[in-house]
């Protein structure tokens, strides 16, 4: 077994974990651990997962990419939805296809969920872009344990406010995956 911190160590390389997404009619609300492993060992446990972008109208949320690339694939969203006039699904589909022809970014390994009070997508580092078909989504390496939360607790609280709901599900993931710890406020 090599060291802890080796990329080769068990559990993989640098893994940034959960990002959640819920909507409920037209609020939405966007949930982050801000943590950020390598191999078995947690390395932060506040990185900023997610932006506001295009007038504060937009949320993007970014998993398993490093600050640098945040930084640019942000910076380039931001830049579609400003060319776009803010029409997210038309930038969401304009950035994949830049995901798909930059030499740097087409390698990512990552995903992106972008929402507005009228959509959400996930883009991946391929150049995928996916509208979910339901209300909850989620991204990262304990996404799926966010996202079963978010289905068994979804009938539980019909009619509660999006924001306490998001953080809620995010909570009950955190309770279910190792390197997902609950959410600050």
Known sequence: MGHP???SARGGGCRSTTVLCVRR???VVMAADGQVTLGASVM???AKKIRRLY???VLAG???IDRRTRSRSSGRFETKLEQYAGNLGRSAVELAKDWRTDRMLRHLEALLIVCDTTATFVLSGTGDVIEPDDGIVAIGSGGSYALA????ADGEHGTERTGDCGEELADRGADLHLYQRPVDD
């Open 149 to 152: 939360s978010g289905a068994r």
């Open 55 to 57: 007038q504060d109208k």
């Open 25 to 27: 009619g037209d609020s």
């Open 62 to 64: 970014f998993g398993g």
């Open 44 to 46: 932060k446990h506040s």
């Open 5 to 7: 911190l080796s990329i």
